[in-house]
T-cell receptor, first 115, second 111 residues
């Protein structure tokens, strides 16, 4: 049981499409994250939200646009993606209190294919 | 900035054999270190974590890891592999909310 739900599980989109990934956490955590997982590469931290405020943006292209309306929901809006953006997108949450050493709880991910 | 390096992208062991997955870290401050496991079509799950205190950390499913500051290592071990241990394993280091992961090691368990 992870308590973090991601939808959809799979998404295929063209380069001109606009789509959104959704994440919901049921754990009462105060921080949420988007990670990108590509084959044979380390997980890449994309965005961090702490108490609904974005505290990290790891030089992510503007075609990825996050939204965090409240501490339980996180979206990743996708627009004009490139084929190299095809990857597994993982959402995670944690409880931050002082910041250090907080374990992450992950969702099952959205497998994105850009054609 | 902190980072981790996992040695070996693929490890294969026989059922019942010792599992050893290697991780070395780089951190400018005392590190918080983690091992996560990912089963097919699932997100990552925490196996164990080291913050402070005892350098030998026990996790779930019989796994443990030892923090060795002199070697900047945090290797994951299990005395006897089980078929259900086949998965991808990730080492990670944390400074505040910026958790950095290694590239992963895929563990295969042969009957």
């Amino acid at each position: 049981e992870t308590g973090v739900t991601q939808t959809p599980r799979h998404l295929v989109m063209g380069m001109t499409n606009k789509k959104s990934l959704k994440c919901e956490q049921h754990l009462g955590h105060n921080a949420m994250y988007w990670y990108k997982q590509s084959a044979k590469k380390p997980l890449e931290l994309m965005f961090v939200y702490n108490f609904k405020e974005q505290t990290e943006n790891n030089s992510v292209p503007s075609r990825f646009s996050p939204e965090c309306p409240n501490s339980s929901h996180l979206f990743l809006h996708l627009h004009t993606l490139q084929p190299e953006d095809s990857a597994l997108y993982l959402c995670a949450s944690s409880q931050l209190s002082g910041g250090f050493g907080e374990k992450l709880f992950f969702g099952s991910g959205t497998q994105l294919s850009v054609l | 900035a902190q980072s981790v390096t996992q040695l070996g992208s693929h490890v294969s062991v026989s059922e019942g054999a010792l599992v050893l997955l290697r991780c070395n870290y780089s951190s400018s401050v005392p590190p918080y270190l983690f091992w996560y496991v990912q089963y097919p079509n699932q997100g990552l799950q925490l196996l164990l974590k080291y913050t402070t205190g005892a350098t030998l950390v026990k996790g779930i499913n019989g796994f443990e890891a030892e923090f060795k500051k002199s070697e900047t290592s945090f290797h994951l071990t299990k005395p006897s592999a089980h078929m259900s241990d086949a998965a991808e394993y990730f080492c990670a280091v944390s400074e505040r909310y910026d958790m950095r992961f290694g590239a992963g090691t895929r563990l295969t368990v042969k009957p």
